[in-house]
Nanobody
């Protein structure tokens, strides 16, 4: 399975971005998935997850601002990120727990 993450970029504080993670085949509805991020000098942390039956979970730092969703027809999972803060700056990775995408850089300017 190949995962392709996209949608990162440079955005001012308070702005929004939507990340996408496209899978080469239907796997999210079977395994669920998660978005992780890793900021420079910090450990990778789980930001949001989505189970195969649609249950979601979020890190406290992003609750109410980030939203994870899935389009089964497109084999794609999204991470809608609103009210972005400079501390959200990181490389964001999608994973189905066994497979990882290549990461997409999100930079939030103050």
């Amino acid at each position: 399975v190949q995962l392709q993450a996209s949608g990162g970029g440079l955005v001012p504080a308070g702005g929004s971005l939507r990340l996408s993670c496209a899978a080469s085949r239907n796997i999210f509805s079977l395994n669920g998935m998660g978005w992780y991020r890793q900021a420079p000098g910090k450990q990778r942390e789980l930001v949001a997850s989505l189970t195969n039956v649609g249950n979601t979970n979020y890190a406290d730092s992003v609750k109410g601002r980030f939203f994870i969703s899935r389009d089964n027809a497109k084999n794609t999972v999204y991470l809608q990120m609103n009210s972005l803060k400079p501390e959200d700056t990181a490389v964001y990775y999608c994973t189905t727990w066994s497979y990882w995408g290549q990461g997409t850089l999100v930079t939030v300017s103050s």
